[in-house]
């Protein structure tokens, strides 16, 4: 089940919080951990038996670790068994075939492969369960003794597939306590519609556009500016769907009181790789942070050192996203970038017009999405030389048509991707309401924006499910990881 459909929207979002709404405080983590079981049962049933396995078994272990008068000997060995079973999990159903397929093209080996599907929301909820048992490890967390309200923290349904990845010590204290106001359940709504329809009426539309461009395979005759519209389609499409869904998480959140953090921060205003990885896929890199990079010691060894561990983060976040050596690639070379940033090139962009480092940003950040919309090598040489004029095209008819046919919502896509103030009643006197010194009518534009804040976010929310209604392309990218 996924966010982004009529079966959510129309019949289990409404029953869960009516139902939510009518119970008592004693049963409402009860009540979420069922729900969410039924709506990670929805897709894949079978895998809700491992989901809960590593929930026992981290539950297990966080109590075990937060015993009074265990060695330091001792707790280590609790938290490389934690550490054992999650990565365990995770690496034989996430890169089992990947690592047979490479033995036999290697070795000649003929060592079937299991052919397992992905579960869904692993690698998230994997990630989760490792953050409470280091924390409880560092004594920087308590071990949680209610096994529903902990087993409700890994299976959360709000964020349980694809994130924000949410450390233990977030929600912690909301897990026992959290209430929610009408401001609250608003702003949950607001959030979620907003997600809806970047997801819907952006990456699903802009997702056309990649996937006409994409689905021929061989690119060695493709213009060089179809090459660069369809790759410029994807990174709108992966932001939009990707960013839409974090949303519709935070919201979801907001309406069950819970505040998750931030997952993204206008990503395509960057004027740097490091800039941009500040503002992508937060809770991804926060995670990385202060679970893989400080731990190595972080920034506090020297500098080659902290090039090394900014290498080793990077290859870790290439492989967390896929069994696949595009992946690989595609974190290497965001490392490369990051560590070369780091040695000469900030200070040189410091020096630049903002225009020309965002446009640095861009074509760097373009260059990655093909790396990691390819599984191929020979398909992302092919892409890259076609952006580069290998074809000896650099336009056609198919291209004039993709452009007029896309200007309206390439705008849109840019506009919505830019960083905008967003209108208060305390800013119409900016533009021409009147206001009082002591907080009185503030004018008649301030006075409507409740009224247009409603008017459109209802606009929105109905254009989204007019959509769905016809859809028959609604993909969600993030799934797969």
Known sequence: MVFSSLLFLFLFLPVVLLLYNLSPWRVKNLLLFLASLVFYAWGEPIYILLMLFSTLADYLFGLILDKPGRSERSRKAVLASSVIVNLGMLGFFKYADFLIGNVNALLGTSIPPTDLPLPIGISFYTFQS?????????????????????????????????????????????????????????????????????????????????????????????????????????????????????????????????????????????????????????????????????PLGGNRLGLPKQLRNILIVWLLTGIWHGASWNFLLWGLYFGIILIAEKLFMLRLLRGLPRWISHLYAIALILVGWVLFAFEETSQIMAYLGAMFGGSGVWADRHTGYLLYTNAILLVLLVLASLRWRRLRPDSAAALGGSTTEKGGDTGSLSSLYPLVGLVWHALLLLMSVAYLVDATFNPFLYFRF
């Open 130 to 294: 490792m953050s409470y048992i280091i924390d409880i490890y560092r004594r920087q967390a308590k071990a949680q003794r209610n096994w529903i309200d902990f087993a409700t923290f890994v299976s959360l349904f709000p964020q349980l597939v694809a994130g924000p990845i949410v450390q233990y010590n977030t929600v912690a204290k909301q897990l026992r306590e959290r209430r929610v106001d009408a401001a609250m359940f608003a702003e949950g709504i607001r959030r979620f519609t907003i997600g809806l329809a970047k997801k819907v009426l952006l990456a699903n539309n802009i997702g056309l556009l990649w996937h006409d461009v994409s689905s021929g395979g061989g690119f060695e005759g493709l213009p060089a500016l179809t090459a660069w519209l369809g790759i410029i389609a994807f990174a709108f499409q992966i932001y939009f769907d990707f960013s839409g869904y974090s949303d519709m998480a935070i919201g979801l959140g907001l309406m069950f009181g819970f505040r998750f953090n931030e997952n993204f921060n206008k990503p395509y205003t960057a004027t740097s790789m490091t800039d941009f990885w500040r503002r992508w896929h937060i809770s991804l890199g926060a995670w990385f942070r202060d679970y893989v990079y400080i």
